[in-house]
Every structure is written in C-alpha cells, then in structure tokens.
C-alpha cells in the first residue's frame, strides 16, 4: 500500500476519539485500552507531522488542524463502513444520491416509490445538504445540485428546462385581485435568495422599472418560500418544477394564465464520468431524466403549465 496512505487502525482510533471527545470511550468503542488509543493517535500524529488533539487531565478537544483532517477522510471512512455493511448483508448493488434538500423533499421523495418499483435490485441510500459532495472522498455515487454549472472534470446533466413565475395561493389571489404584471409592484412578494433568477429579471422582461427595495420575506431554501406562499404570505417567484406538489394540490397557482416566466436550467445530476461506468448510476440517472419529460398532469396544463 502507497505510503501515503497511513495504517487504518489509527485512522479508526482518530475517528473515534473526535467524535467521543474521550480517549476512554473511544477505546471502550473500538474494544482497546486507552493507552493503546493514545498510542495510535500519536502513531498517526507522526505519521502526518500535527498535532491532532490538545489533550488535558479531564477533556480532549480536536485541533484546527486536526478538525480539517476529520472533514477531508470522514467521508471516505463513511463509505468503507457504508461498503462494509453492504457487503455483510449481502448487497452488492448500493448507489448514493446526495441532493439539495428541496428537489429532495419536493421532487425526488415524492417520486421514490416508482424508482423502488422500476429498480427493486438497487440499493438506495440519499442524504440532502446545501453543500456540494466531495466525490474524492468516495462516499457519494450522483450529486444534485442546484446553481450555475462551473464544476470542472464533473459530468453535469440538466435535469429539466424550468419555469420560473410568480405563483400564490388561490385566497391570497382573491384577495389582492391581480390581474398585470404592474399589480405586483403593490402586493408583498417573497424572495428565495439563492435562485439563479431573482424578481427584479423578471420585472426587467415584463419592461417594469420596478427594483424591490424590501421584500415581505426571505428564504434561502426553495421549500420554505413555497411553504411561505401556500401560507398566503405573499408572491413567490419559483419553479413551478419543484412546486408541482403545490400546484398540482391546488396550494399554489400561477399569478398569470399565461407566458409571464423566465426559462433556466437550474438542477443537475452531477458525477464524475468513472461513475457512469456503474449500472446503478446510469439506472438512476436515466430514470430521473425520463420522470423529468414525463407529460404534464392535466390539472397542470389546465394551470397554463408545462414540465
């Protein structure tokens, strides 16, 4: 083995010790006496030449240095216990998906039942974070990610041509009676701050001179701003790709009939190209991009939609 790669046992103790914050516990974890964990930390603190934990009479507490070190090689100790439970229970074909948590919770879990279905022999296991996965620490088999694609030596696929409009619920619709474009400059309109489209574009293409100055609310995850509008808080201005659940319940509906969007591809099945050579990798993906095109629900076209 490269001598890069330093011996697994005091990788194992390391773990240990940063997550149990305890010599003790970590030794009573991995079945070994304190002094034989002490023994590996310091093996493996030569091994990288720093210091990884300051060590008093009644705490342990991680270095930055050793804490940098946790993040880079926790993943990748992730996925060999992830390999190794697989392997005990006899499944040979796992796939990880890690996802941003709003196509997670609106889009894809909703879906999951028909993945299961169409592919009984994979075995899923998803997470969701607003951070990107690090694919070198192996842990990770399909990314998805949501933002402008700038992610070199990366397979990026778009997932589906969005639209993006105003969308409220029915009662706050009733209640504001809006019928242009104009009519939204006096009503309250909700903000996600990190869409890659942003109220004022779409105001600039409706040829309005109108820049919000405030906004009712602001929310940093698609969910919670949809959530906001079926609450009648206020206009959203989102996908109505993500917010098919709302719509297609009848929580939410677009301001206007017609038109009146920004187009943008936004969502993308992230991997690197080594990944696509695994079966279950291109079953996912394969499958997400068919559900992606599948016609619209009538009571979605009847909303002057289209996926």
Known sequence: MSSSFPPFPCLAAFEAVARRKSFALAANELHLTPSAVSHQIAKLEQFLNIRLFVRTAHSVEITTAGNDYLQRVSGAMSAIS?????????????????????????????????FAKDHPEISLSMSASVNHSDFSAGHTDVDI???????????????????????????????????TPEDLTRVPLIQSTVGVVQWPDWFSVQNILHRPGSYAYRFDRAFMVLDAAVQGLGVAFESTSIGEPHIRKGKLRPVFETGKYLPVQAHFLVYPERHAQRPEVLSFVNWVLTHAVTPADPRMQKAGLSR
């Open 82 to 114: 992830a390999a190794t439970d697989n392997v005990r229970r006899g499944v040979s074909n796992s796939l990880h998906v890690h996802s941003t948590p709003s196509f997670a919770t609106l889009w894809l879990m909703p879906r999951l039942k028909d």
């Open 145 to 179: 990610r949501y933002g402008v694609p700038h992610w070199p030596q990366l397979t990026a696929r778009p997932i589906f041509d969005e639209q993006i409009m105003p969308l409220a619920s029915l009662a706050f619709l009733k209640r504001h009676r809006i019928a």
